[in-house]
């Protein structure tokens, strides 16, 4: 593995450098965000990386030192962006109760639940200490396996990020608060954990209970290809497309042909499993569904 010299006298930029050292393709990131510090589509020049057409975050991350020396020093303070999926990483991020005062165990204290479950022992490997106070454990991604990214699927409040995602490296400021790390190397990701990833799902979905109205045919096809459409929606375009899906299935809830707590779960169960996080999730159906059986009460079927 090639080794950069750090320089510049800039730490974000040395931040990116020890990434890239670790052959990890990286990205700048907004001051003191987690967004990325790029151009979007609408606003693409169609040069250098986009001379071919637009390219994300994910095709322009690179391990370059000359590159990375040119992001930074057009924006000095660019927190450091780590593409998982082109480094060759699976990162479990193991997050923090939203509310500070609830009892729910955060998601270091689930994960050695899990692991204890599995009778593994807890990894050790590369850590980083995130801003919210939860961790990101590192792992190098098993051979002839494509991982994408998954929110809930180990257990609640541990996500993982893999192709199509990325993570907030070492050495970022957010709110102040300085991303930390240990000197470990990344461990391969456990076999345990990869089955875990890999297994299919199987999602306890209501028994369906007929509805009053004339369209139970219909309203059971709508859900079952809006759920679809949500399970399989792009990165990128998922959050629209449970938006898209609540708002077509509330109508079928105002009309009586459907059930709302049903259309919630399954819904939420599609959005997870498309990558979502569960609170946003929650948060789109109960905004698209209020909207949808607002705008169409009065519509039930005698």
């Known amino acids: 593995m090639t080794h950069y010299v750090e320089g510049m006298g800039n730490p974000f930029y040395s931040s990116a450098l020890a990434a890239a050292n670790r ?20 606003h693409c020049p169609g040069t250098g990386d986009c001379v071919d057409g637009h390219a994300k975050w994910e095709q322009r991350a690179t391990d370059n030192p000359l590159q990375l020396e040119r992001a930074w020093e057009h924006g000095a303070e660019y927190n450091v962006g780590i593409a998982t999926g082109p480094s060759g990483l699976v990162v479990v991020d193991l997050d923090m109760p ?3 005062k609830s009892d729910m165990p955060d998601g270091m204290a689930t994960f050695q639940a899990l692991c204890e479950r599995a009778g593994q022992p807890v990894p050790s490997t590369y850590a980083v ?15 002839g396996v494509r991982l994408g990214n998954t929110a809930g699927k180990l257990a609640p409040l541990i996500d993982t990020r893999a192709w199509g995602g990325y993570v907030v490296a070492e050495g970022s400021v ?8 240990n000197y470990a190397p990344a ?8 089955q875990a990833l890999t297994a299919s799902p199987t999602p306890q979905r209501p028994t369906p209970v007929p509805q009053p109205g004339h369209g139970a045919a219909y309203a059971e096809a709508a859900l079952r290809n809006e759920t679809t459409n949500v399970e399989r ?8 497309a449970l938006v898209r899906a609540a708002r077509a299935l509330g109508r079928l809830i105002a009309s009586g042909d459907l059930d709302r707590t049903r259309v919630e779960e399954a819904l939420n169960w ?5 990558g ?9 159906l109960t905004s698209a569904l209020n909207w949808s059986i607002a705008h169409n009460t009065g519509r039930k079927t005698a």
């Open 129 to 143: 200490r995130t801003a919210s106070g939860g961790w990101h454990l590192y792992f190098t991604a098993p051979e």
């Open 276 to 284: 979502l996080r569960e609170r946003e999730c929650n948060s789109a």
């Open 98 to 100: 939203k509310n500070s």
């Open 233 to 240: 929606a792009p990165e990128g375009s998922r959050n629209a």
């Open 174 to 181: 957010i709110t102040g608060i300085v991303y930390q790390g």
């Open 270 to 274: 599609a959005g997870i499993s498309a």
């Open 23 to 42: 052959g990890w393709s990286v990205f700048p990131l907004r001051p003191g965000a987690k967004q990325p510090a790029l151009h979007g589509e609408q």
């Open 187 to 194: 461990a391969p990701l456990p076999q345990w954990l990869t």
